[in-house]
């Protein structure tokens, strides 16, 4: 009777655990995961997030709450990844891998980064964002600018201007730009 019982909860436990893995693959779906990258004679850096779309809903602050922490895309939180020191608003991230978080605000943003990386984005009980605060290894505020153009995706991507990379986040009609000085 035992092992019928120990066999049945070995079951049912997988079950639970294929049935986990099946929703984040079905919720990843309608947000893919994409990679931005930044390369030149002595940089490199990567981001990997997930890229939801507006489908007609207001973002910010409806979607995402204006003064609340967002894993800043979908699903997993935003990784980035850097090959060398990065002097970010007179501060240095040193290089390494950190999770990606924001704080979005109507005229600006808190970016952090955090040293732990490859959670998911958010607690599946509390569906808050699943950082650890104390964890965090710099964070700075960025202004945010409006755009007639909606933003259908979720974008982040790298530009140049002059001594300065420029990681820009877009979506609906806001873009933040995250300054990183060349070195």
Known sequence: MAKKIIIALAVIIALICLAAIGMRIYTKSFSPKDIAMY???????????CRPYKKGRTIFPDLEPYGEVWRTGANDATVI???QDLP???????KGTYSLWTIPDHEQWE???????GQWGIDALTGKAN???????LSITVPVYQTDNEIEQFTIQFETWGEVIEMLMMWDHTIVVVPIKKQ
């Open 111 to 117: 970016v952090i980064f955090n040293k732990e990386h």
């Open 39 to 49: 390369q030149d004679d002595h940089h490199q850096i990567k981001v990997t997030y």
């Open 88 to 94: 970010i608003d007179d501060k240095i991230l040193p």
């Open 81 to 83: 990844t850097t090959s």
């Open 131 to 137: 950082r650890d605060p104390s964890l965090d290894i």
